[in-house]
């Protein structure tokens, strides 16, 4: 089945600081999201990006569908954006998203 | 509002019984997912359900069940035979389309064996 790889699995911030985190997918996917699940552990919504650019507030994503990786990008990084951050696939059999096992980001005042 | 209710928020279970959350989705999407989280792991697939009256089993599905009777509704039930229940169950409805396929997930059930 699809393997999902995310890193850092773990990054810390000064607040004010910008990030990068990165996905990396062993297959051909027909979708991608982002997710940040909060620390109450709803996951939130941030990017349905299988390919391209996108750009939300201090938050934007790049997906390289053809060289199986997607990054996101934090800029400006704030306490709020604390929690820990999921990359998932589609693709899979059973026509589910494949998670990978995220990056734990915390941001220090 | 449009979204996924899932309910209870948290839940306590004794050895030996069976539990029953509830996932409810007003969004219209045929199909439902339910997801297991266990502390600072990702989430793995017990059940799925992409049409009313069917269902499959996902990659860890023992001691679990589910059914799904109405589109909107898709109730996990926590067997006695699931000898490590205690995690952290996200439910999660996907938009199907041409070009599209994308997951909107519940609050989640944090569910505890005392």
């Known amino acids: 089945g699809i393997q999902v790889e995310q890193s850092p699995p773990d990054l810390i911030l000064q607040e004010g600081a910008n990030s990068t985190l990165r996905c990396n997918f062993s297959?051909?996917?027909?979708?991608l999201q982002w997710f940040h699940q909060n620390p109450w552990g709803q996951l939130i919504n941030l990017f349905y990006?299988?390919?391209g650019t996108k750009q939300n507030g201090r938050l934007s994503a790049t997906t390289v569908a053809t060289e199986r990786y997607s990054l996101l990008y934090i800029s400006s990084s704030q306490t709020t954006d604390s929690g820990v951050y999921f990359c998932?696939?589609?693709?899979?059999?059973?026509?589910?998203?494949?998670f990978g096992k995220g990056t734990k980001l915390s941001v220090k005042p | 509002d449009g979204g996924i209710t899932q309910s209870p928020k948290y839940l306590f279970r004794k050895e030996g019984q069976n539990v029953t959350l509830s996932c409810e989705q007003n969004?219209?999407?045929?199909?439902m997912y339910w997801y297991r989280q266990d502390p600072g792991q990702g989430l793995r697939l017990i059940y799925y359900s992409q049409i009313v009256n069917d269902f499959q089993k996902g990659d860890i599905a023992e001691g679990y069940s589910v059914s799904r009777e109405k589109k909107e509704s898709f109730p996990l039930t926590v067997t006695s035979a699931q000898k490590n229940p205690t995690a952290f169950y996200l439910c999660?409805?996907?938009?199907?389309?041409?070009?599209?396929?994308?997951?909107?997930f519940g609050q989640g059930t944090r569910l505890t064996v005392v």
């Open positions: 999660a409805s996907i938009r199907t389309g041409p070009l599209r396929t994308e997951a909107f």
């Open positions: 969004l219209n999407h045929d199909a």
């Open positions: 297959d051909s996917v027909n979708n």
């Open positions: 990006i299988p390919s």
């Open positions: 998932a696939v589609g693709g899979g059999s059973q026509g589910n998203l494949i």
